[in-house]
C-alpha cells in the first residue's frame, strides 16, 4: 500500500496536472504540494484532502486511506439530472455542477448570475 504522500501524487499525475496547477486549484502554494507529496510527513487537513480528490478525479476512500477503486465511481446520487434534453456528460460541466451544488443555497443565485455575465446569455432562456 502506498503512502497518503504517494497517492497524492500519483491523484495529480493521473490527472495530468503539475504541483503548480494543482496548488492553483485549490487555493493554497506548490510548496504546500510539493510537502504533501514529499517525505517530511505533512498530512493535509480533510476538507482539503476532499478537493484534491476533486480536482484529479480519484476517490476520497482511496486518497485517504489506499482502500477501494482509485477511479471515482458516482453514486446513483451524484448523477447529474436531465432537463428537457440536456445532460451534463462533459468533465468541466459536472465539475461547475458539483461546486454548485456544494455552495449553500443562498449564494447560488450570487454564483449563476456571475457566470451568466461573464458568458453574456440568461441561462433561463435555456431552459424553456
Known amino acids: 500500500m502506498t503512502t497518503l504522500a504517494g497517492r497524492i501524487r500519483k491523484a495529480r ?3 495530468g ?8 486549484r485549490l487555493r493554497v ?6 510537502n504533501w507529496e514529499g517525505a517530511s510527513g505533512v498530512v493535509p487537513a480533510t476538507e482539503r484532502l476532499q478537493h484534491i480528490a476533486q480536482e484529479t478525479g480519484v476517490s ?5 486511506t489506499g482502500r477501494g477503486a482509485c477511479k471515482y465511481e458516482p453514486l446513483l446520487d451524484d448523477i447529474p439530472g436531465v432537463i428537457g434534453m440536456e445532460l451534463v456528460s462533459d468533465h468541466l460541466e459536472l465539475r ?5 451544488r456544494a ?16 458568458a453574456g446569455i440568461y441561462l433561463a432562456d435555456y431552459l424553456e
Open 17 to 24: 496536472i503539475s504541483q503548480q496547477q494543482l496548488a492553483e
Open 96 to 100: 461547475l455542477l458539483h461546486a454548485l
Open 13 to 15: 499525475l493521473r490527472a
Open 29 to 34: 502554494t506548490r510548496g504546500a504540494v510539493a
Open 60 to 64: 476520497f476512500e482511496w486518497l485517504a
Open 103 to 118: 455552495v449553500p443555497r443562498r449564494q447560488q443565485g450570487r454564483i449563476i448570475k456571475t457566470v451568466e455575465a461573464h
